[in-house]
């Protein structure tokens, strides 16, 4: 939602050229009708929002944009010839229509993918982002000749102020924490921090390690 709300202040503005743009995730596409429901209410929305709400802009919806909440609608992308966006929930490319887009568009070195979630090691939206050359998805090999991006600003995990302030509200009856989210640059530091400001035992589990929880 954070995404198609600055598409729209693109094209509403002209700063973008008016192409089709799809929302092809039949979630994003359901969880934008709640924003739209509870989108007059300064409790959910900056003051930003709110002018433009004022003034008459519709901030989920703008020309060329369309929702694609079935399969058919899906499939129906491919007949509209580019330029075009089209906007499919990754995850990290371990399921959903984003993999049929992957097959259609990775070989086409006039296509973009642009990634703006986290992805872990060991995935296919890792993979991608590290620069293979070549991915298989669903058994078929694809080639990966499109131009790879990626924006880290959508990200809506907590950063590490955030997670210390949470674990430091629950400091009196925590015991040990498992930091298990994160690359080990990240999550070894997070771990550290946690020991030396709250004396708390803190460790990063390896693959494989089990551990006895009483």
């Known amino acids: 939602q954070e ?5 729209s202040d693109l094209v509403d503005h002209g700063r973008i050229p008016k192409v089709p743009i799809f929302i092809d995730s039949p979630l994003a596409i359901k969880l934008t009708t709640v924003y739209e429901k509870y989108m007059r209410d300064p409790h959910f929305f900056d003051a930003e929002a709110l002018e433009r709400l004022r003034h008459g802009e519709d901030i989920f919806d703008f020309k060329g944009l369309r929702f694609t909440l079935t399969k058919e609608e ?28 992957e097959i259609r568009y990775l070989p086409d070195p006039k ?6 979630g986290y992805q872990t090691e060991g995935t296919l939206g890792r993979a991608i982002l590290d620069g293979v050359s070549e991915v298989t998805i669903m058994g078929e ?17 907590a950063d590490q102020p955030l997670l210390l302030k949470w674990v430091g509200s629950m400091r009196s009856s925590l015991k040990k924490v498992f930091v298990v989210q994160g690359e080990l640059d990240q999550s070894e530091p997070l771990a550290q921090k946690i020991r030396d400001d709250f004396a708390i ?3 990063v589990p390896r693959p494989g390690t089990t551990y006895e929880l009483l």
């Open 3 to 7: 995404l198609l709300y600055e598409l």
């Open 74 to 101: 899906s499939k129906e992308i491919n007949d509209i010839p580019p330029p075009k966006v089209i906007i499919a929930g990754s995850g990290m490319s371990n399921g959903g229509r984003i993999l049929h887009h």
């Open 111 to 116: 296509s973009t993918i642009l990634i703006v």
């Open 141 to 157: 090999r694809v080639p990966v000749r499109c131009t790879v991006k990626a924006i880290g600003a959508y990200s809506a995990h």
């Open 201 to 203: 035992d803190a460790t």
